[in-house]
Each structure stands twice: as structure tokens, then as C-alpha cells.
């Protein structure tokens, strides 16, 4: 059981636009923390996608966005491609200092 | 470039032990913050261990007290001494440098392509 809560799946047609979101809590997102994004595709390691609620690592390309309002985050992405089909993990931080991940949202384009 | 590569995972027994590698190029292992995250068969992710630069280390509950990070700055190398090993520990271990800013953004890149450890009998 994740302290950081994602829906364990969604899914959109290429070209829509999905979020998925990152429910924490006021010992973690809501005391400030910052949260960032990963996406692992099958197979491969974890890679970074956004960082500090809303910036992207060079490389990255802008149809990816991130926000963070109050105990919650969330990972946009618009002109869903193919390629985009991976599993997304939010991750933060809590008063412990212990990292804390989302429990991961595998994005299926149809 | 910046690159992380582990190995040292493989297939042991219950209560038995094993030590992960990771090696950094690009960057300086004892210049930074550096973690170990795990990821069972078909799970998320789980944060098991850091190292600061001052060297001070910090573990998830589920391994404290069994596993040891730690690092070898001439070799400029990652370390994970993993004891008493379990079933649950069954998992793709990643090494990650953690990126800081300020004290309350800290997050993973970049991550290595990760070693299996299998614990079972």
C-alpha cells in the first residue's frame, strides 16, 4: 500500500490528452514537499520526467507537464502517442526525509 | 556522460547474503547523494537506502538492520551489503544519484539499468 495514491491504470486514444494524479498527504505533498515524475517503459529502468512539481529535464518534450496543488500532484500529457504507452510513478518526500513513490500507473494508448 | 551501472545480483537462499555494485561515470559518487530503489516482480517502486555526501546513511524499515550502503570514493563505486536475505526481497535493485534543491525537493537521475536479486530456496 503506497502512501502516495495513483490509479492503477488509464488509458486514451493518440493525439487526446490524459493526467494522472498523485494523492498524498499533509505529511508529505501538503507539508511542501515537491513531487516529481517518472516514466518507466516495459523492460527498462526508471527514467525521469519531471522534476520540482512542474519542470522538464532537457530532452523531455513539452507534451509532458506536471502540477501540485495542496496534498495533490498531477502528470499531464497531451498528444498521447504510441510511444508513450510505459508505466508513470509520482515521487516525493516525507518529514522522515524517506523517499515515498506512487504505487505506478501503467497509460495504454488505444 | 553521466551513467550508473550495477551488477553483483543473481539467485540466492533465504538468510543468505549479497553485495550490489554500482559503478558512476560523469559524476562523483562522493560528491552527491546516492540511493538504492527496488522493484519486486510486476510492483512499483520502493526507496531502500541513501548515502549523503557527509556520508551519513539512512534505510527503509523493511531493511533496516540487514542491508548496508555504503561507497568507495577512489573507485568512485556504490555499494549494497544485503544480509539475511528474504523472499520478499526478490526484486530488480536500481541505484539512482538523488538531485537536491533546497530542503524540499529531492529526486532520482539518473538511474542505472538495475540487477535482479532472487532469493529462494
Known amino acids: 500500500q503506497s502512501v502516495l495514491t495513483q490509479p492503477p491504470s488509464v488509458s486514451g486514444a493518440p493525439g487526446q490528452r490524459v493526467t494522472i494524479s498523485c494523492t498524498g498527504s499533509?505529511?508529505?505533498?501538503?507539508?511542501?514537499?515537491?513531487v516529481h515524475w517518472y516514466q518507466q517503459l516495459p523492460g527498462t529502468a526508471p527514467k525521469l520526467l519531471i522534476y520540482?512539481?512542474?519542470n522538464r529535464p532537457s530532452g523531455v518534450p513539452d507534451r509532458f507537464s506536471g502540477s501540485k496543488s495542496g496534498t495533490s500532484a498531477s502528470l499531464a500529457i497531451t498528444g498521447l502517442q504510441a510511444e508513450d504507452e510505459a508505466d508513470y510513478y509520482c515521487?516525493?518526500?516525507?518529514?522522515?526525509?524517506?523517499?515515498?513513490f506512487g504505487g505506478g500507473t501503467k497509460l495504454t494508448v488505444l | 556522460e553521466v551513467q550508473l551501472v550495477e551488477s553483483g545480483g543473481g539467485l540466492v537462499q533465504p538468510g543468505g547474503s549479497l553485495r550490489l555494485s554500482c559503478a558512476a561515470s560523469?559524476?562523483?559518487?562522493?560528491?552527491?547523494?546516492m540511493s538504492w530503489v527496488r522493484q519486486a516482480p510486476g510492483k512499483g517502486l520502493e526507496w531502500v537506502s541513501v548515502?549523503?555526501?557527509?556520508?551519513?546513511?539512512y534505510y527503509a524499515d523493511s531493511v533496516k538492520g540487514r542491508f548496508t550502503i555504503s561507497r568507495h570514493n577512489s573507485k568512485n563505486t556504490l555499494y549494497l551489503q544485503m544480509n539475511s536475505l528474504r523472499a520478499e526481497d526478490t526484486a530488480v535493485y536500481y541505484c539512482?544519484?538523488?538531485?537536491?534543491?533546497?530542503?524540499?525537493?529531492?529526486?532520482?537521475?539518473?538511474w542505472g539499468q538495475g540487477t535482479l536479486v532472487t532469493v529462494s530456496s
Open positions: 539512482a544519484r538523488v538531485m537536491v534543491r533546497g530542503l524540499s525537493s529531492r529526486w532520482f537521475d539518473p
Open positions: 520540482g512539481n512542474s
Open positions: 548515502i549523503y555526501s557527509g556520508g551519513s546513511t
Open positions: 515521487q516525493s518526500y516525507d518529514s522522515s526525509l524517506s523517499a515515498l
Open positions: 499533509s505529511s508529505n505533498i501538503g507539508a511542501g514537499y515537491d
Open positions: 560523469g559524476f562523483t559518487v562522493s560528491s552527491n547523494y
